[in-house]
Every structure is written in C-alpha cells, then in structure tokens.
C-alpha cells in the first residue's frame, strides 16, 4: 500500500515537471508577468495560475515571489529557471526547423466583429493576410449581436468592451474614441452643449432623447441630452449624411480617415461609452483556440497596437 501510494505520487510529480511544464515556467518568467504569459501564449490568467501552482506543490517550493506589481524568481525559481531555458531552446529550435511548413495557412477562420470596425477596420488586414497565406479561407459574420465563440464555432470575435468573458482570452488590439463629426470646413463647437442645437446622427435606437457624457482630455465632464434628427444601425449612411451637411455624426474615430471629408468638431472631447475604449479580440482558451486564429491576432496587434 505504501508503496503504491510513493509510486502515485511520484507520477504526479513526473507529470506536474514534465517538458510542456519546464517550457511554461520559462516563458512566464520570460514574460515578467502571468497576465502577459497568458497572452502570449493563448491562456486564461487563470489557468497560468493552476499550472504554476501545480509546479510549486510538485517540488515544494514557491518559485514566483509575487506582489501586486511585480512578479520575480524565488532561489529555488532561479535554479530551475536555468534548466527550464534549456527545454525552452530546444522546443523554439525544433519550431523553427518547422517554420516553413507552418508558416502555410490554411483551413477557414470564422470570424465575428461589429460591422463598423469589420468594414473599416479589419477587412483591409484580413485581405492583407490572405495575401500572405492564400491557404486561407474567412467566413466573416460582421453582426452587433454578441456571438458565442464555443457554441457558434467562432475563432475570432472582436467586441468593444471594459468586461470580456472570464474564460475567453482577451487581448486588446485597438483603442479608440467616439466623437463629433461635421462636413468639412465646419467651424469648431463651442464646447459638447451646443450639441442641443444641432441636428444629431446617431446609431442605435434613438426616438427619445438621450443622455451623453462628453469627457475632456484635461478631465472635465459635461452631461447633456442629445435629440436625434436621424438615427439607424447604418453609420456609413450616417457618415454619408454628416458629410453632405446634414448634421454631427457621432462616430469611432477608425471610420473617420483624414481623407473622409469630415472634421472634428469638439477637438479634445470624447463621448463616454460604457463599452470601454478598447476593441478586444476574444478567443477560446488553447487546446481549444486555433492555431491560425493566434497567427492572425499576431498580425493584426503588430498593425494595430
């Protein structure tokens, strides 16, 4: 009996150091952080957690020192750190004997984002990509409504929020601001109250007033409610109108380039939105996320970030 059991837990401990452990612990020290480790490598914060845990009860000794700013290694981390980089090396240098067969793309990425930054945004890099993989297929489901990565078989869904699902991956891989827009060669406003009296284009639904926060960079706030004279799920439509004259087009400054024909009129004034300021790539956790998805966001955060 007693042998059985030392047998059990010398297994556990075999299985909680094998390579794919030693190569974990070294790119989390060489990321600095499990936040950052998770990122790179596809993970949840909290899944990093588990497995360093595991790590630390199957040698018996902490590792991390931990803080609320700062991660670093123990003694006893700094001695299994050497050995970790090692396997680390050796994996990385079988990787890139394979580089070229696995620099070939292929199969279909199904896709999700808010039409505005699927058109504006994200077409032109997801054509850019396919250029350079032609293996590559998108299936592309630019639609408000929020996807179920798991249950809808979606690899990407990209979504304007401050709170992505605890157990999606999230990375942030655009940050952006809602502002006033006017037809070009508009005089500037005079501060977010003289909004009340234009003529307002918003997206959504808009029959009633509604209340808006516009936040200064220098940190002031003013509160206001706004009176649509034409609202829609279209903002191209919206973005055509301002363009011609017909009001201020409340707009993410991504689908307003220089050459748009419209101006900024409130500069230095954002409108609050409770979605956040950052568009987050959400994907599932690995084994589940895809290979080709994680290549992709590579692309795209090195484009946008």
Not at 127 to 134: D, I
Not at 187 to 195: K, V, W, Y
Request: net charge neutral.
């Amino acid at each position: 009996m007693k042998l059985s059991i030392s047998r059990s837990r010398r297994t556990a401990a075999d299985q909680a150091l094998d390579a794919n452990a030693l190569e974990l612990f070294a790119r989390i020290a060489q990321a600095g952080s499990f936040a950052r480790a998770a990122r790179e490598l596809g993970l949840t914060r909290a899944a990093v957690s588990r497995r360093v845990a595991a790590i630390e009860a199957a040698v018996g000794l902490a590792l991390f020192a931990r803080s609320t700013r700062s991660l670093s290694l123990t003694e006893a981390g700094r001695r299994l750190h050497a050995r970790a980089r090692a396997v680390l090396e050796a994996a990385e240098g079988a990787r890139l004997a394979l580089r070229s067969e696995r620099d070939m793309l292929g199969g279909t990425l199904r896709i999700s984002a808010a039409p505005v930054f699927g058109v504006h945004v994200l077409a032109p890099l997801l054509a850019r990509f396919q250029s350079l993989h032609p293996a590559l297929r998108y299936e592309l489901m630019f639609t408000y409504r929020k996807v179920d990565l798991l249950r809808e078989g979606v690899d990407i869904a990209f979504r304007a929020t401050a709170r992505p699902p605890e157990d999606w991956v999230a990375q942030a891989v655009l940050r952006y601001a809602v502002r006033a827009y006017g037809a070009a060669g508009s005089e500037p406003l005079n501060g977010p109250q003289a909004l009340s009296e234009r003529i307002c284009l918003l997206v959504g639904q808009h029959e009633e007033p509604s209340a808006a926060i516009w936040v200064h960079e220098s940190g002031e706030q003013v509160e206001l409610s706004l009176q649509a004279g034409a609202w829609g799920n279209d903002l191209d439509a919206l973005l055509v109108m301002a363009k011609h004259g017909d009001g201020v087009v409340l707009s993410p400054d991504f689908c307003v380039p220089p050459d748009a024909g419209l101006v900024d009129l409130l500069p230095g004034w954002r409108l609050d939105v409770q979605e956040g300021e950052w568009i987050q790539a959400l994907t599932l956790p690995m084994p589940a996320g895809s290979e080709t998805a994680r290549a992709l966001l590579h692309f795209l955060r090195q484009q946008l970030v």
